[in-house]
Nanobody, 126 residues
Framework: QVQLQESGGGSVQAGGSLRLSCIIS????????MGWFRQAPGKEREAVAV???????SVADSVKGRFIISQDNAKNTLYLQMNSLKPEDTGMYYC????????????????????WGQGTQVTVSS
């Protein structure tokens, strides 16, 4: 059973940067989709970025050109580098393996092993 633990959230002014980390423990499947979701109060959860076992990656249009997803297999860690942050990026960010990442990488919609982290809060002030 995979477990995910996020860190790196915080408060930052608009235009600033943060890097989220997600430590992955347990046995990863051979084929996987991993990524980041966010949810702001009163809003639906949004898939932000995804990476798969082949290194294919995609980000949501709302963060394109600003957010970068990467992974360090040696450290069993997934990252989300967030640059040029905007107040609308505020929300709880979750690391996850989930079929809803199929919104960004279509084959991930078939993924059947959902796992969620606890989340880390990102607050961007104007």
């Amino acid at each position: 059973q995979v477990q995910l633990q996020e860190s790196g959230g915080g408060s930052v002014q608009a235009g600033g940067s943060l890097r989220l980390s997600c430590i992955i423990s347990g046995h990863m499947p051979t084929y996987y989709c991993m990524g980041w979701f966010r949810q702001a109060p009163g809003k639906e959860r949004e898939a932000v970025a995804v990476i798969d076992n082949d290194g294919s990656r995609s980000v949501a249009d709302s963060v394109k050109g600003r957010f970068i997803i990467s992974q360090d297999n040696a450290k069993n860690t997934l990252y989300l580098q967030m640059n040029s942050l905007k107040p609308e990026d505020t929300g709880m960010y979750y690391c996850a393996e989930h079929s809803d990442l199929g919104a960004l990488l279509p084959w991930c919609a078939r993924y059947e092993s959902p796992v969620w982290g606890q989340g880390t809060q990102v607050t961007v002030s104007s």
